[in-house]
């Protein structure tokens, strides 16, 4: 079982950017995909980017592409989301998920999931 907890929101200026942090517990983290998604108030959480456990891979939905960047550290147990390019669209609670399935590229609920870290957007 791991532990997951997101760090790094915040409130910014549209063209701005953000480092959203996952720092993972547990010694087998390097075992689990990880996902980042968002919900926006009155929204369905929606997918935003996800890596493989050794970082080979990752996904993205096409409103973040080029804009965002996932990357992940194993020797410090940490999942990153670089976000540039920041617009009022993207303010929501991201979460970041971990699995052992090997899927970075969609979330179920069974994941493990950390609490979420608020970021806001002004235009």
């Known amino acids: 079982q791991v532990q997951l907890v997101e760090s790094g929101g915040g409130l910014v200026q549209a063209g701005g950017s953000l480092r959203l942090s996952c720092a993972a517990s547990?010694?087998?983290?390097?075992?689990?995909?990880v996902t980042w998604s968002r919900q926006a108030p009155g929204k369905e959480r929606e997918f935003v980017a996800g890596?493989?456990?050794?970082?080979?891979?990752?996904s993205y939905i096409d409103t973040v592409k080029g804009r965002f960047r996932i990357s992940r550290d194993n020797a410090k147990n940490t999942v990153y989301l670089q976000m540039n390019s920041l617009k009022p669209e993207d303010t929501a609670v991201y979460s970041c998920?971990?699995?052992?399935?090997?899927?970075?590229?969609?979330?179920?609920?069974?994941?493990?999931w950390g609490q979420g870290t608020q970021v806001t957007v002004s235009s």
């Open positions: 998920a971990g699995n052992r399935r090997g899927n970075y590229d969609y979330i179920r609920p069974s994941d493990y």
């Open positions: 547990g010694r087998t983290f390097s075992n689990y995909a």
């Open positions: 890596i493989s456990s050794d970082g080979t891979f990752t």
